[in-house]
Structure formats: C-alpha cells, structure tokens
C-alpha cells in the first residue's frame, strides 16, 4: 500500500494551507459575533487569502526568496510533529466551534419551546435567604392562555411554600390568572356623596351610571384575556403613600427580588401601586422571555448575511 504522507513541496502546500485555513476559521468567528470587530475579520480573511495564495504558488515563489527562509519553512512543514500538531490544533478549533453551534442552537429553541424549570439548588437558595428576614404573605398570579407560565408559577408556588413566607394566602390553593381591579365602581341607587346628598336624583341618570359601569367591565373583561406581561414581575399594593425605604429594614418586595437573585432567578420588572383597599404583594408570572441578551445564532447568521448584502 502505498505511502499516503504528504513530503516535500506536497507537505508545504499542506501545512501552509492549514495556516490558511486557521485564519480563515476566525475570521468567520469574528463576523459572527455580536460587535463584530471588521478589522480583526478583514485582517484575519486578509492573511488567509495571502497563505492560500503561498501554498498554491509555494513551488514558484520559493525561487524567490531567500534559500534559508525557503529552507527553514520546507524543513519545518515536513516534518510530521509540526504538520499533525497544526492538524490536531485546527480540529479541535473547528469541533469546539461546532458544539458552541450546537449548544447556542438548543439555546435557541428552549428560549422559544422550552419549559421554564425551578432547580433543587434555586430552592434551597430561596429558602435560606427568606429564611434570614422577616417572613410576609405574596400571592402568585399567571397570564392567561399560557400553560407554560402557569406550569412555571405552579413550581415557583412549590418553591415558596418551602420558605416561611405565607403564599397566597387565605386558601393557599396555588396560582391563579391575573385579575384587574374593577375601571369603575358599581353604582347603586342610593349612593350619596361625601356632603351625604344622593348622587342620582333621577332614574336616567342612575341608568346611565350603570351602562358606563357595564362598559367598564366589558373592558376590562376584554384586557384581562389579553393582558401582556413577560418574565416575573413583583408588584406591591399600599393603602397609604410611598415612603423612603430604611436601608436598615428593607421592604419585602426588596427581600423577595433580593432572594430571587440570589437564586438565579431573574425578575424582568416591579412597581408599587398606593392608595389601595388594602395591603398586598403580587408575583406576576408572564410569558416566557424570548431570548436572554444574546442574540440567538440563527438570528446572528442572518444578520451576517444580510450585512454582507449592503
């Protein structure tokens, strides 16, 4: 059988190919990427087309150049440890591209399909961190139409009800859909206002009051059912108005959002609404957050495309 080793003008073409290709390979990293830098992928694509061009004409232009350069590269390219070392570098370039690809692609689809998962170790963070301030009461509420977000908020309930924190509370019968306050009041016949007077002297204008209270519900139906929301949200109810927070005792919409962190476990918004009945914290579980920052690689691939188009 015969000898398969590259030798002699063979076996630079070979190693001085690989170079090439070297090159070649981080260019296309580097135009993939986020930022590109389009002068290290210039650079790079530069020197790979100038090694391309040197293994194919090497036979001519090493005539040309000086006979010891021309000699330290002939002896340096066959000799095997240097050409396979270069082989086995440019493999493992290429493999360890090829599962960052594969690993950013099952990214990808989890963002979009995939269910959102409470881990052991983020419930064990949960409950030591709760398990150093003071215990408080917060009631779980999911969008509608989404048995991702409900299957999320069932585990994050699970979660909670592992700490000391009392989680929706009376019944604690788990998470429920999102529910808005009423836009308006319910008039009544003999509503006064606060000098005691009746509000509606005449039966028209009471029937009035009760046809726009009806449309304010037939509204508010309407946005209950499609109520947008993303990721987890905290929102606190107050009777009374905001007041500077005390370093010294933060408030528990700050313990919980501190505690999610320390678990790992991102919370995309919050905000505090006064003036309420009654006193209350809220955990708004939303949609699946589509993406995390980075741009997914199929989206990275077109944009590269779409830029070398303009």
Not at 79 to 96: M, V
Request: hydrophobic letters at 40%; glycine letters at 8%; charged letters at 25%.
């Amino acid at each position: 059988m015969p000898d398969e080793t590259p030798t002699g003008d063979r076996a630079v073409y070979v190693f001085i190919e690989m170079i090439a290709l070297g090159f070649v390979l981080y260019s296309i990293e580097e135009a993939f990427k986020d930022k590109p830098s389009w002068a290290k992928f210039a650079i790079a694509l530069a020197l790979g087309l100038i090694f391309f061009i040197l293994g194919v004409k090497w036979t001519t232009l090493k005539t040309k150049i000086h006979f010891s350069l021309a000699g330290r590269i002939d002896r340096l390219a066959n000799d095997y440890r240097y050409r396979y070392g270069l082989a086995l570098f440019l493999i493992g370039i290429f493999s360890t591209y090829v599962l960052i690809s594969i690993n950013s692609l099952r990214r990808d689809f989890d963002t979009r399909f995939g269910q959102r998962k409470i881990s052991k170790q983020e419930v064990e963070r949960l409950r030591d961190y709760l398990s150093r301030h003071e215990s408080s009461a917060i009631t779980i509420r999911v969008v509608k139409h989404d048995p991702e977000a409900m299957e999320y908020a069932a585990q994050l309930f699970n979660a909670l009800r592992e700490t000391n924190w009392d989680v929706d509370p009376p019944n604690h019968g788990g998470p429920d859909y999102i529910a808005l306050d009423p836009y308006v009041k319910r008039p009544k016949v003999d509503d006064k206002d606060n000098m005691g007077n009746r509000i509606f002297k005449t039966v028209d204008s009471y029937r009035d009051a009760h046809d726009s209270w009806i449309e304010s519900e037939i509204k508010r139906s309407i946005d209950e059912q499609t109520y947008d929301i993303s990721g987890l949200a905290i929102e606190v109810f107050m009777t009374g108005q905001p007041t500077n927070p005390d370093p010294r005792h933060p408030t528990p919409d700050s313990v919980l959002a501190d505690a999610f962190r320390y678990a790992g476990i991102e919370v995309n918004g919050g905000g505090g609404a006064y003036d309420r009945q009654k006193n209350g914290m809220f955990l708004y579980v939303g949609h699946r957050v589509q993406g995390n920052g980075e741009m997914p690689l199929l989206f990275k691939i077109g944009r590269w495309v779409e830029r070398l188009g303009q």
